[in-house]
């Protein structure tokens, strides 16, 4: 089973990306959360041990950022269960280097995401297993 997570402390946003996950039938109900803190404690907390989770991030935002949250989620145990999307109006370089020599990113988004990036995230290896019968 894949749960959907997103992280992003735009409203506008997060309302967006719960709407085209929706849509893509990625996720009917995904979990959204506006401070990256608190989805790293349901993470440690309250995610089932037997789900995947891809998780649609975004790397500016306070108190804690998207590469702050990508140290914290290797200390989880079963860490190796979350696929983490990059969501981002960053087009710095430096962003996609870093964010490509994660082990847990599998992809790389500009905001706004949209269908076309659904089926891209549908075709990646390690997320594929999840949709064949879609």
Same mark, same amino acid.
Not at 76 to 86: G, L, S, T
């Given at each position: 089973?894949?749960?959907?997570?997103?992280? /992003?402390?735009?409203? @506008? =946003?997060? #309302?967006?990306?719960?709407?085209?996950? $929706?849509?893509?039938?990625?996720?009917? /109900? !995904?979990?959204? #959360? %506006?401070?990256?803190? %608190?989805?790293?404690?349901?993470?440690?907390?309250?995610?089932?041990? *037997? $789900? *995947?989770?891809?998780?649609?991030? /975004? @790397?500016?935002? !306070?108190?804690?950022?998207?590469?702050? #949250?990508?140290? %914290?989620? %290797?200390?989880? &145990?079963?860490?190796?269960?979350?696929?983490?999307?990059?969501?981002?109006?960053?087009? /710095?370089?430096?962003? &996609?280097?870093?964010?490509?020599? *994660? !082990? +847990?990113?599998?992809?790389? @988004?500009? &905001?706004? =995401?949209?269908?076309? +990036?659904?089926? &891209?995230?549908?075709?990646?290896?390690?997320?594929?297993? +999840? #949709?064949?019968?879609?």
């Amino acid at each position: 089973m894949l749960r959907t997570i997103i992280i /992003d402390d735009d409203e @506008i =946003v997060t #309302f967006l990306q719960k709407k085209i996950v $929706t849509k893509c039938e990625f996720d009917q /109900d !995904p979990y959204v #959360f %506006k401070e990256a803190q %608190k989805a790293v404690d349901f993470l440690e907390i309250d995610a089932d041990d *037997d $789900t *995947d989770y891809l998780i649609m991030l /975004d @790397i500016n935002m !306070p108190r804690m950022n998207g590469w702050e #949250f990508l140290e %914290k989620i %290797k200390s989880i &145990k079963k860490n190796e269960r979350f696929y983490v999307v990059m969501v981002t109006s960053s087009i /710095d370089r430096k962003d &996609k280097r870093n964010a490509a020599e *994660d !082990p +847990h990113v599998v992809d790389f @988004i500009e &905001k706004p =995401v949209s269908a076309r +990036h659904c089926s &891209k995230l549908k075709g990646i290896a390690k997320l594929s297993a +999840h #949709f064949e019968d879609s």
